[in-house]
């Protein structure tokens, strides 16, 4: 059976762990986006910044945004490829204290024991459901780098309203729905490529 | 017709392109829709659907990943360096008015040159034969770009050894270019004929027709088989991995013939502009000028 939960940010540790592997979430309050060159630049200067970390979700993603009586509105988001992220996030939840993180495709075991350590999830957002996801953003709250790191790298700092579905794929127990997934298709690429020789 | 009005026209049919979906891919994705009966996967699938319903009365972008662009073009009367500069500029102006996502970054310098045209970039290939001016626009993002793949096998190879080189890139891409995908595969006798045929079978056939050739339809089926048996599945979580595979192939050389997978994630965005005279038409869409 599958749990349906909705969170408000700061979202605390027990809330966490209340999430499972399967479970949809949809998030209200503060997320940013951070990826690729972004992630080092908020390692290095998160004391700097005017807000904290604490609590909030990092989203793996770069947006479309328009400007509209110079203000910057979000045309389309939605998840990028979070594999990419891999070699970093272990450490960024360490020091951030984020409760989760959202993107798309997975991530690899140094995130799974992440997320079990230090209390925290990893979940996908419908990839390409950018139109959709667009109008769950309420407002952009800030934007840092956006001069160094160009639109997509840029750290935008979104509040958002029923943020979702985020399907949650590794929990705070170490389930990861994707490990399941690799060794699934593993199998089941045997099997297909034996029924060839039959 | 003027080459400013091409222009217009030609902007019109980026963003058509950009923040619509051809009416075989909706449907496509609407019939999974219907069969699917588990939750998450009819959750997900409803999200896409109405993602892009949001995207076609909205006006917005279906991906924030709007991707490269690629123009098939059939010149009609046309001279190739006109259309060329009508091609860059209009998507130039695209970039500003729809609004795409600056997507287009200087190599060396790693700049971002922020309206989507640079060194090659958008990629125009001048197709052969038409009496008319025909312009096919192709918007490819980085996710399913990730996972494209090339074997080099023995001129020899059989069905076998190409199904395998197929279905074990479809299962390393697992659930990275957001499945359900359409999947292409090139066979040729050169990397980069593979390569551009499995491109060409993805995004130039529409989903559901098979290809001419009785053996390469057969294996077009036997592929889609197999690749759902696999049971990826929607976005990693089981269920239809793949909603088509076409097959395209160049006569191989006589010692290799060279594979080429390239997959579209569930957003294939396509358009065909037709223009005769001053008649303009868009082809297998759901929305029209």
Redesign the interface.
């Known amino acids: 059976m ?1 749990g349906e939960h909705k969170l408000e940010t700061p979202i605390g540790k027990e809330e966490v762990t209340r999430l499972k592997a ?1 479970d ?1 979430l949809y998030i209200s309050g503060e997320v940013f986006t951070s990826r690729d060159r972004t992630q080092k630049l908020i390692l290095e200067n998160r004391n700097r910044l005017p807000f904290s970390l604490h609590g909030l979700i990092e989203f793996h ?4 945004v ?1 400007k509209k009586d110079s203000k910057w509105e979000i ?4 998840p ?2 979070s ?1 990419r992220m891999e070699n970093n996030e272990y450490g960024f939840i360490r020091e951030t204290g984020i409760a989760g993180v959202i993107g ?3 991530m690899g075991n140094r995130t799974v024991e992440a997320c079990r350590e230090f209390k925290a999830f990893y979940g ?1 957002l ?10 769950s953003v309420k407002r952009i709250i800030g934007v840092y780098w956006l001069e160094e790191l ?3 790298e840029a750290m935008w700092h979104l509040e958002v309203n029923e943020l979702g ?1 985020i ?1 949650i794929v590794i929990d705070a127990f170490g389930n990861d ?2 490990e399941d ?2 060794r ?3 199998e ?2 045997s ?3 034996k029924s ?2 039959e | 017709m003027h080459p400013a009005k091409l222009k217009e026209y030609v902007v019109e049919a980026i963003r058509l392109c950009e ?1 619509s979906l051809p009416l075989d891919v909706k449907n496509s994705l609407k019939e999974a829709y219907e069969r699917e009966e588990r ?2 996967r009819k ?2 699938l409803g ?2 659907l ?3 319903e ?2 076609e009365k ?1 006006g ?7 991707g490269t662009l690629t123009f098939y073009v059939k010149r009609g009367g046309w001279r190739e360096n006109e259309l060329q500069r009508i091609i860059v500029e209009a998507v130039v102006e695209a970039s500003g008015k729809i ?5 287009t970054i200087d190599f060396p310098s790693r700049r ?1 040159l922020e309206d989507n045209t640079g060194r090659f970039v958008p990629w125009i290939v001048w197709e052969q034969g038409g009496e008319d001016l025909e312009i096919t626009v192709v918007a490819k ?3 399913s770009e ?1 996972v494209s793949s090339l074997k080099v096998l023995p001129a020899t190879a059989g ?2 050894e190409i ?2 080189t197929v ?2 890139s479809v ?1 390393e891409a ?3 270019p ?1 499945p359900p995908i359409i999947l292409g595969v090139g066979i040729g006798p050169s990397s980069e004929m593979a390569l551009e045929l499995a491109k060409r079978a993805v995004y130039l056939r529409p989903i559901g027709e098979r290809h001419m050739n009785g053996i390469i339809a057969r294996m077009e089926e036997d592929l889609l088989r ?1 690749v759902n ?4 599945g929607i ?4 269920g239809i991995s793949a909603l088509d595979v076409h097959i395209e192939y160049a006569s191989i050389h006589p010692s290799s013939m060279v594979v080429g997978v390239v997959a579209s ?3 294939l965005r396509r358009i065909v502009l037709k223009v005769s005279g001053e008649t303009v038409e868009i082809k297998n869409h759901s929305s029209q000028f």
């Open positions: 599958t399967g949809i993603a770069g947006p479309i328009r045309v389309s988001i939605g990028t490829t594999f798309k495709g997975g996908v419908p990839g390409g459901a950018a139109a959709l996801i667009a109008k160009g639109v997509p579905p399907t729905l994707y997934l690799r699934r298709v593993g089941n690429l099997r297909v490529l060839m020789e | 923040t939750e998450i959750k997900i999200a896409l109405k993602n892009v949001t995207a909205e917005r972008p279906i991906c924030q990943d709007t609004p795409l996502r600056p997507n971002n993002g980085g996710g990730a069905r076998k199904f395998q279905l074990e299962a697992g659930a990275k957001c197999m048996e696999l049971d990826i976005h990693g979580f089981g994630c569930w957003a």
